[in-house]
């Protein structure tokens, strides 16, 4: 049953479980993380993972990791490619997160919204690429390249609003040049 517009309903409770579950017992499980914010622990290709902080939604949390790109990230942190469910499966690159392993018990929930695209059907000798041919690359865990220049999070922007007790307002406006 891969993941469609029938069963979406379905993985999004999944998903909200699956968060629920890490949240209830997040100091056991913050020892399990793999990548992200100073774990020494490294993930398996086809391992499956939940993200950390993700957005304003729970979709595109939850994969199986396909490529482990070492320090390519924004700031210096990991890239990591995962494999998410439906239309066929669809890569996406995450870093500056944490990664929470899915227990056996979790990884057997979702594999099935996973059935057209799981890890041991996977064709992993052509690589990955990150939306041009050129930043194709064949393995798993993957060096910088010769001459990388780590990405300082250039244009990205956080915004945030403080309320004072007298409920005023101070927006603190911060973009990253």
Not at 43 to 48: D, I, L, R, T, V
Not at 90 to 117: G, K
């Amino acid at each position: 049953m891969p993941l469609d517009d029938a069963n979406q309903a379905e993985f999004d409770h999944l998903h909200t479980q699956i968060d629920d579950a890490i949240r209830a017992d997040h100091e056991a499980r913050w020892m399990q993380t793999v990548g992200g914010f100073g774990s020494r622990r490294i993930p398996e290709q086809g391992m499956f993972v939940k993200t950390g902080p993700h957005g304003g939604s729970l979709r595109g949390s939850i994969g199986w990791v396909a490529q482990v790109r070492l320090k390519q990230g924004q700031f210096g942190s990991d890239n990591y490619i995962l494999c998410h469910a439906g239309n066929g499966g669809w890569a996406m690159q995450h870093s500056n997160n944490v990664f929470y392993p899915l227990t056996a018990d979790e990884v057997e929930l979702v594999r099935p919204y996973f059935a057209d695209c799981l890890p041991e059907n996977e064709d992993f000798s052509r690589g990955f690429t990150l939306g041009s041919e050129e930043t194709r690359a064949i393995g798993f865990l993957i060096d910088p390249p010769e001459g990388f220049e780590t990405r300082g999070g250039e244009g990205a922007r956080m915004r945030m609003t403080t309320i004072g007790t007298d409920g005023s307002k101070t927006l603190t406006d911060t973009v990253f040049l």
